[in-house]
């Protein structure tokens, strides 16, 4: 079975630092990836998804994540955060071609940000 | 607006009650979930449906059962809660390329 790993439950990141959240997933085959960002008592907003093709992919609010099949990692990054990053980020992955079995997602990187 | 709807927004519940979490989407998606989401475990699947009139069992379904009647609505119900149901809970939908879509979540409390 498919599973995600998040390694960091908390990261503290200075305001205008630079941001990595990492994510590697255990799948047999390339799965479809997905990041999501939940504010707190919000609901989840997807920031980007790879599904084929350029390996660097550019989401919204100025956050990329990069694809490394080698590493079966799917790592999300910003150069400069924003107080208003501040969230739970999950990364979650999906047989590749669809499938209707849901998402499986990662626990979760709860981002702190210092002023 | 386009979108998934979900009902109540929250809810306080005692044990032994029966409760059904209403969703609904708009957007004509084949595919509908059910999760629930706890502090320091993401988002689990509870239930799924890939088509009105079809269900499956995703990784946590015991004590939940659900219903696809028709294509908009996917109600999740608990036939007897128990305090270890306390979380918060998110209904999505997916569209043919497998990108899903949530809905606001109800948060479930049970005493």
């Known amino acids: 079975a498919q599973s995600v790993t998040q390694p960091d439950i908390h990261i503290t990141v200075s305001e205008g630092a630079s941001l990595e959240l990492r994510c590697n997933y255990s799948?047999?085959?390339?799965?479809?990836l997905f990041w999501y960002v939940q504010s707190p008592g919000q609901g989840l907003q997807l920031l980007l998804k790879?599904?084929?093709?350029?390996?660097l992919v550019q989401g919204i609010k100025g956050f990329e994540a990069e694809f490394k099949r080698s590493q079966s990692s799917f790592n999300l990054r910003k150069p400069s955060v924003h107080w208003s990053d501040a969230a739970e980020y999950f990364c979650?992955?999906?047989?590749?071609?669809?499938?209707?079995?849901?998402?499986?997602f990662g626990k979760g990187t709860h981002l702190i940000i210092q002023p | 607006i386009a979108g998934i709807t979900q009902a109540p927004t929250s809810q306080i519940l005692a044990a032994g009650r029966r409760m059904t979490l209403r969703c609904t989407q708009d957007?004509?998606?084949?595919?509908m979930y059910w999760y629930r989401q706890d502090l320091g475990l993401g988002l689990r699947l509870i239930h799924y449906?890939?088509?009105?009139?079809?269900?499956g069992k995703g990784e946590v379904p015991d004590g939940y059962s659900v219903s696809r009647a028709n294509t908009d609505d996917f109600p999740l119900t608990l036939a007897s809660a128990v305090p270890s149901q306390t979380s918060v809970y998110f209904c999505?939908?997916?569209?043919?390329?497998?990108?899903?879509?949530f809905g606001p979540g109800t948060r479930l409390t049970v005493l």
């Open positions: 999505a939908s997916s569209d043919l390329s497998g990108l899903q879509f």
């Open positions: 799948y047999g085959a390339t799965p479809y």
């Open positions: 790879y599904f084929s093709g350029d390996t």
């Open positions: 979650a992955v999906l047989p590749a071609g669809g499938g209707a079995d849901g998402l499986t």
């Open positions: 957007m004509r998606h084949n595919a």
């Open positions: 449906s890939n088509t009105a009139g079809t269900t």
